[in-house]
């Protein structure tokens, strides 16, 4: 994208950099799961790492592109608060995640590992829905509406 794009232009994008970041936290659980037989400090520093961008990721969209949607896009509210339950779930699971890595020296693995997959099944699900939902119209949205990180709560890392 050119620096010197109108705001529409970069608004254009946001929708596709939702697909991007959703990549890319797909790819960093699927590393995460497959780190679990990894020293307990190299897991705790990945695991926290990805918890903390996914929680901001699913606050940004919560209070960025999902409140301009329901503004702009009101007949997708419904999908708007199935996504946010689906926020509250997952912010569950990742307290769940840190609480089981804060413990002393021995992470449960096998607890981790449970938890892990389980977010992993709920994300695939919550992702396909989320961009078949709302990719189109975060990609129609115009006006000044804010950057993709202060609308998604991430940008997407450079591939």
Not at 87 to 114: F, K, M, N, S
């Amino acid at each position: 994208m050119h620096p010197n794009g109108s705001p529409a232009d970069r608004l254009a994008a946001v929708g596709n950099q939702m697909i991007e970041i959703h990549l890319w936290l797909s790819a960093e659980l699927a590393r995460l799961r497959a780190d679990l037989g990894t020293p307990s400090r190299h897991l705790r520093a990945h695991c926290l790492t990805f918890c903390a961008a996914l929680g901001r990721h699913h606050t940004g969209e919560d209070a960025g592109a999902f409140r301009l949607l329901a503004e702009q896009v009101p007949e997708l509210r419904p999908v708007i608060d199935n996504l946010i339950t689906d926020h509250e779930v997952v912010a569950g699971i990742l307290e769940r995640v840190e609480a089981l890595l804060a413990g002393g020296d021995a992470v449960p693995v096998e607890q981790v590992r449970g938890e892990l997959d389980g977010l992993a099944a709920l994300l695939e699900s919550h992702f396909r829905y989320e961009e078949k939902r709302l990719v189109t119209a975060l990609n129609a949205l115009t006006g000044r509406a804010g950057t993709a990180e202060e609308l998604l709560g991430l940008t997407a890392p450079p591939g």
